[in-house]
C-alpha cells in the first residue's frame, strides 16, 4: 500500500489560505488521493480527492505534483472552525496515519 | 442527504462483557469499513465487507468479529471486553464507481469499559 507522511501540525491565520502539504511517493498510478477531516471526536468528514488534475469543491481545493508524488490541500479563507486534524489517504490504505493538526488562530 | 447511522452513540460495559455495534450505511453504498479510534490517537482501520464478504482485515482483535448483513448493515461484536477496548468507534460506507470509493464516516460510537 502507499503511503503519506504528512507535518504534524499547522498555524494558519484565520481569513488566510491554509497550505496542507502531503507527500505520497509511492503511489500507483491509477491511485486517488483523498483528504478527510476530523474534528474533534467527530467522524471524519471527506473533503476532496483527485487523480491528476486539480479538483475544486465548496470545501477546498486540492493540488497534485505533476509526477503524483505529492499533493497540497488548499483552504482559501480558513475560519476557526476549519481547526482540525487532516489526512491525506491514497486509496487502498485503509489505515488514516498521522495527519496534520491545523489551528486557525484568531 | 442520508447519512451513515450508528447506534447505540454510547455504551458502558463491564470487563469481561459483550458489545455489539450497529451500523447502517448510505443507501445503495455496498462497502462498509469499521475504525477504532483510542484516546489521542488516530483512526484504526478494523476490518471492511463489501457486498456481505470480509473484504480487508486490518488490526482487528481476535476477540471481535463481524458481519455485513442482505440489507447491507453492519455488526461489530466484541466480547471479552477489557478495559482497552475503550475508545471510539467508526462506521464508514462507500460505493465504488470509476475507481473511487470514497468513504462517509458516521458520528461513531462511544465505548466505555469499566
Known amino acids: 500500500d502507499a503511503k503519506t507522511t504528512q507535518p504534524t501540525s499547522m498555524d494558519c491565520a484565520e481569513g488566510r489560505a491554509a497550505n496542507l502539504p502531503c507527500n505520497h511517493s509511492?503511489?500507483?498510478?491509477?491511485?486517488?488521493v483523498y483528504w478527510y477531516r476530523q474534528i474533534h471526536s467527530q467522524g471524519p468528514q471527506y473533503i476532496i480527492h483527485g487523480l491528476k488534475n486539480n479538483e475544486t469543491n465548496e470545501m477546498a481545493s486540492l493540488i497534485i505534483t505533476e509526477d503524483r508524488k505529492s499533493s497540497t490541500l488548499i483552504l482559501p479563507h480558513a475560519t476557526l472552525r476549519d481547526t482540525a486534524v487532516y489526512y491525506c489517504i491514497v486509496r487502498g490504505q485503509l489505515t488514516f496515519g498521522s495527519g496534520t493538526q491545523l489551528t486557525v488562530l484568531p | 442527504a442520508a447519512g451513515v447511522i450508528q447506534s447505540p452513540r454510547h455504551l458502558i460495559k463491564e470487563k469481561r462483557e459483550t458489545a455489539t455495534l450497529k451500523c447502517y450505511p448510505i443507501p445503495r453504498h455496498d462497502t462498509v469499513y469499521w475504525y477504532q479510534q483510542g484516546p489521542g490517537q488516530d483512526p484504526q482501520f478494523l476490518i471492511s465487507?463489501?457486498?456481505?464478504?470480509?473484504?480487508d482485515k486490518g488490526s482487528i482483535p481476535d476477540r471481535f468479529s463481524a458481519q455485513q448483513f442482505s440489507d447491507y448493515h453492519s455488526e461489530l461484536n466484541m466480547s471479552s471486553l477489557e478495559l482497552g477496548d475503550s475508545a471510539l468507534y467508526f462506521c464508514a460506507s462507500s460505493r465504488y464507481w470509476a475507481g473511487t470509493d470514497t468513504q462517509y464516516f458516521g458520528p461513531g460510537t462511544r465505548l466505555t469499559v469499566l
Open positions: 465487507f463489501y457486498e456481505k464478504m470480509q473484504s
Open positions: 509511492t503511489i500507483s498510478g491509477n491511485e486517488y
